[in-house]
C-alpha cells in the first residue's frame, strides 16, 4: 500500500481536508476515544516549538499511543540533510539513516525543519521535508518546513469555521507585520491557503518587497478560485483591514533579501506601523472581526497586548485547535 503523507494542505484534495477538519470537530466534542493504542509517532525537531511539541505528545497520548522526541544535535546525533556530502565535518549521523531507522520503530516520523541555508532557490525546494519523506517508509508529517506549516493551516481553518460560521464571502486579511528578525513564509502562506480552502475573500497586505514566493501566490488563487473564493495584494494595509471579518498579522523576511539580515534589516525599517491595533480592530466588519495568530507572538511589536487579551482576539482557541486537528490527522494517517 502506498503510504501517505502530510507536507502541505494543498497535496490533499478539498473534500480529504473536509474530512479532517470534521473529524477535528468529533475529536474537540469529546465523541473519539482510543484508535492509536501501540501507536508511535517520532518526532523530529530541528528547530523550537511550544505548541507544536506538547499539541503532538498530547494528540497521541490522548488516543493511546505515544510519542517520542528527537532533537538532533542536543542529545541524538547531529543531522547531516545534505543528500551529496562528504561527512567529515561535525555532522553525524544522515537523514536517509535516521529516516530508514525510525520507519522500523515508529508509525509515523513527524519533522519540524526551518529554512537555514542562505538561498531561496535552494530552500524554497524544502529539501529537508520532502526528503524525510523520500526515504521513511511510513507517513511524514511536516510540522513546519521552510515552505509549509499544514498543521497550523489545518488550525487556522477550524478556528475560521468556529467564530465566522459560513466562511464563504468573508473576508480574510494577512498581514505582514514588524518583527525586529526576518522570519520564515511558511506560516503565512499556509494561513492564506487555509483561508483559500474556505472559500473566502483572501487580501494579503504586505509592503512592497515582501511578496511571498511566487508559487505560494498561484497556490493560493487556484484554490481560492477553486472554492469560490479571491486572492488580492495590496499595500494599502488599512483599506484592506476595513471590513475585514478575521485579520492575521505575522512577520515574514523578505525573500529578496533572505540570507541577507543587513539588507532585510534596512527593508523593515520605518515599517514598525505594520502592527494590529485596537484602532486596526474597530475598522473590521461592524467592529467585530477577530484577530488571529499562529503564536509566539511579539506583544505590542505585532499585535497590541489589548487586542491579543480583548474579546476579538482567536489566538488560544487556534493554539488549542492545534491538539484537536492532529488528534484527526494522526487517526486518519495511523488510527
Ligand atoms: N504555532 C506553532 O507552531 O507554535 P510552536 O512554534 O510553539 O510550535
Redesign the pocket.
Known amino acids: 500500500m502506498t503510504k501517505r503523507d502530510f507536507l502541505a494542505m494543498e497535496d490533499w484534495s478539498p473534500e480529504q481536508i473536509d474530512h479532517l477538519l470534521a473529524l477535528a470537530v468529533r475529536c474537540k466534542r469529546g465523541e473519539i476515544d482510543g484508535g492509536l493504542v501501540k501507536k508511535v509517532l517520532a518526532m523530529v525537531f530541528m528547530d523550537p516549538?511550544?505548541?507544536?511539541?506538547a499539541s503532538m505528545e498530547t494528540a497521541m497520548f490522548l488516543h493511546g499511543g505515544h510519542a517520542l522526541c528527537l532533537e538532533p544535535g542536543k542529545g541524538s546525533w547531529a543531522l547531516e540533510t545534505d543528500l551529496d556530502v562528504v561527512m567529515d565535518g561535525t555532522t553525524v549521523e544522515h537523514i536517509i539513516e535516521m529516516a530508514r531507522v525510525l520507519s522500523r520503530y515508529a508509525d509515523a516520523i513527524a519533522v519540524r525543519s526551518f529554512p537555514k541555508g542562505s538561498d531561496w532557490g535552494v530552500e524554497r525546494a524544502d529539501h529537508t521535508i520532502r526528503n524525510f519523506a523520500r526515504y521513511s517508509d511510513k507517513p511524514v508529517i511536516n510540522l513546519?518546513s521552510s515552505r509549509r506549516?499544514p498543521c497550523?493551516g489545518l488550525a487556522d481553518a477550524l478556528t475560521l469555521r468556529e467564530h465566522l460560521g459560513e466562511t464563504r464571502a468573508k473576508r480574510f486579511v494577512l498581514m505582514w507585520a514588524w518583527h525586529p528578525k526576518a522570519l520564515p513564509t511558511a506560516v503565512p502562506a499556509s494561513a492564506a491557503i487555509a483561508a483559500a480552502h474556505l472559500g473566502m475573500q483572501v487580501t494579503i497586505a504586505r509592503p512592497a518587497g515582501y511578496d511571498l514566493d511566487r508559487d505560494d501566490y498561484a497556490t493560493i488563487r487556484a484554490l481560492a478560485d477553486q472554492r469560490g473564493g479571491s486572492l488580492e495584494v495590496t499595500d494599502d494595509v488599512d483599506g484592506a483591514i476595513d471590513g475585514a471579518h478575521a485579520v492575521y498579522p505575522k512577520a515574514w523576511g523578505s525573500l529578496a533579501h533572505f540570507g541577507n539580515p543587513e539588507a532585510e534589516r534596512a527593508g523593515r525599517e520605518g515599517k514598525r506601523d505594520w502592527r494590529l491595533t485596537a484602532a486596526r480592530m474597530r475598522m473590521t466588519a461592524g467592529g467585530q472581526g477577530i484577530a488571529m495568530h499562529?503564536?509566539?507572538v511579539r506583544r505590542n511589536v505585532e499585535m497590541d497586548g489589548e487586542v491579543l487579551d480583548g474579546p476579538q482576539s482567536a489566538v488560544i482557541d487556534e493554539a488549542e485547535n492545534r491538539l484537536h486537528v492532529q488528534r484527526a490527522l494522526l487517526l486518519e494517517l495511523i488510527g
Open positions: 516549538s511550544l505548541r507544536t511539541r513546519e506549516h497550523q499562529c503564536l509566539p
